[in-house]
């Protein structure tokens, strides 16, 4: 790892906060859906970037899927395998997310959800991530929208919040442009999330709030999400 690269690691890229939301997001939610799905009873399903496990828990709860997952720290493939089912862990090296190192099978669904903004290379990493997925099997991927309001509003304040490990971004027409053009992926649907109520997410009726406004400004969600079939 360059000298470039350690500082930036040291001075608080933040790749998982493993303080943070203590129940699943609305993107768990519509993930696990998608999941479940694009896939039958027994098939094997990749999560790279498994986290605390919110979204393995999710499957887990809704079919029998085979569940694997990737991560660059130990402690979130722990965290993981004590919330759901998992079959197999593959342990990612944090320094430059090279998950072809890593991970090595065909999947029928492979996820990777917040995870793509955090690689150096992203154009690679969809790469290394469609090559695990089985032909006629489905890619599912999830970023954050830069253009969702908490993040207009810190740019207007200049309080520039933003996580650090975050090296891209794609609001919604751009992500669309990366996934179709300069992909030329065959992205068969798209889906969004809530728009995020910064401080409030804990109240589920905000959160109910955030969802329904989400379906009418879909382009303000917290998240963007695409299905990627592989031929």
Not at 66 to 79: E, K, P
Not at 125 to 146: C, E, T
Not at 170 to 183: C, K, P, T
Request: hydrophobic share 40%.
């Amino acid at each position: 790892m360059s000298n470039k690269i350690a500082a930036w690691e040291d001075k608080g890229n933040k790749h998982i906060n493993l303080d943070g939301e203590r129940r699943p997001l609305p993107y768990h939610e519509i993930i696990s859906d998608l999941v479940i799905q694009h896939s039958s009873d027994g098939d094997n399903v990749l999560d790279i970037g498994c986290g605390v496990g919110h979204l393995c828990e999710e499957i887990n709860n809704k079919g029998k899927r085979q569940i694997h997952i990737a991560d660059a720290y130990q402690v979130c493939l722990d965290r993981t395998s004590k919330r759901a089912k998992i079959e197999k862990t593959y342990l990612i090296d944090e320094n430059d997310f090279n998950i072809a190192e890593a991970i090595n099978g065909e999947f029928s669904v492979v996820v990777m959800s917040h995870v793509l903004e955090h690689m150096l290379n992203p154009v690679q990493a969809v790469k290394d991530a469609m090559s695990f997925v089985k032909p006629g099997g489905y890619l599912i991927m999830a970023v954050p929208n830069p253009a969702r309001p908490g993040v207009l509003i810190s740019n207007v304040t200049k309080t520039h919040y933003v996580n650090r490990g975050h090296v891209v971004a794609w609001d919604m027409s751009h992500w669309m442009n990366f996934l179709e053009n300069v992909m030329a992926l065959n992205v068969v649907s798209y889906h969004h999330d809530y728009i995020q109520i910064k401080g409030c997410n804990s109240l589920p009726i905000i959160m109910s709030f955030g969802k329904a406004l989400g379906k009418i400004i879909p382009w303000w969600c917290f998240s963007n999400i695409a299905v990627i079939k592989k031929p």
